[in-house]
């Protein structure tokens, strides 16, 4: 379910309604597709089109998650994976309309890129082996980098980067806690969710590879 609300309404109205018995914001709400999905979603840029994961049959009748697009012009979704067990779609920050996405096979993931207008055209991005978890991918403002939670062999949860044009992979937390979900800020820092305090709080890791905590 899509849900919106008029946020255009003069101050008067606002405080004209204000004054009903009710002033709970109504939204509206619009069903586009039904089903279980995963929690990650994606806009892109211009706010035409919503990515997301979903489960459903797939080859040899096995069940599994891919990608669905919802183009909010034409009011209409479709398939742009089938059986690559797909989860995690981030838009990329150009107007190419690329997505990138998390792809499973057996126990390992790989980071894989599709182009919206183009679905034959999938583009694999790394090349992990092995026991490889990938999880929540963000892209930087720029465009260029691709920041992402990884869990390797050795079972522990850190920040990786992938630089979007070398492909190169760095890692960038050593912890022996979990670090993941990770954003670029506008700043082209890092933010993540760190254990590393013994409760979940936020860090930021600049480009001096510096990291300091910013909220307890």
């Known amino acids: 379910i899509i849900a919106s609300v008029d946020t255009t309404k003069s101050t008067d109205d606002t405080k004209e309604e204000e004054t009903k018995k009710s002033n709970k914001i109504k939204f509206n709400k619009k069903e586009i597709d039904y089903g279980r999905f995963h929690k990650f979603i994606s806009w892109s840029m211009d706010d035409r089109y919503l990515a997301y994961s979903k489960y459903h049959y797939a080859n040899n009748n096995s069940r599994v998650f891919d990608l669905c697009l919802y183009d909010t012009e034409s009011d209409k979704n479709k398939w742009i994976t089938n059986n690559l067990r797909a989860t995690y779609p981030v838009f990329t920050n150009d107007n190419d ?32 082996q092995g026991d490889v978890q990938i999880l929540s991918p963000s892209v930087s403002k720029n465009g260029a980098e691709l920041i992402f939670g990884m869990s390797t062999q050795e079972a522990n949860l850190d ?56 909220k307890d």
């Open 159 to 214: 920040i990786y980067l992938l630089n979007l044009i070398t492909n190169d992979v760095s890692r960038k937390t050593f912890d022996e806690s979990v670090d993941y979900m990770p954003i670029f800020d506008i700043d082209n820092n890092i933010i993540f969710t760190s254990h590393r305090t013994g409760t979940p709080n936020l860090f930021k890791l600049d480009r001096n590879n510096s990291i300091i905590q910013i």
């Open 97 to 128: 309309n690329n997505i990138i996405f998390v792809s499973h096979e057996n126990s390992t993931s790989n980071l894989y890129k599709v182009d919206i207008n183009d679905i034959s055209n999938i583009k694999q991005l790394t090349f992990f």
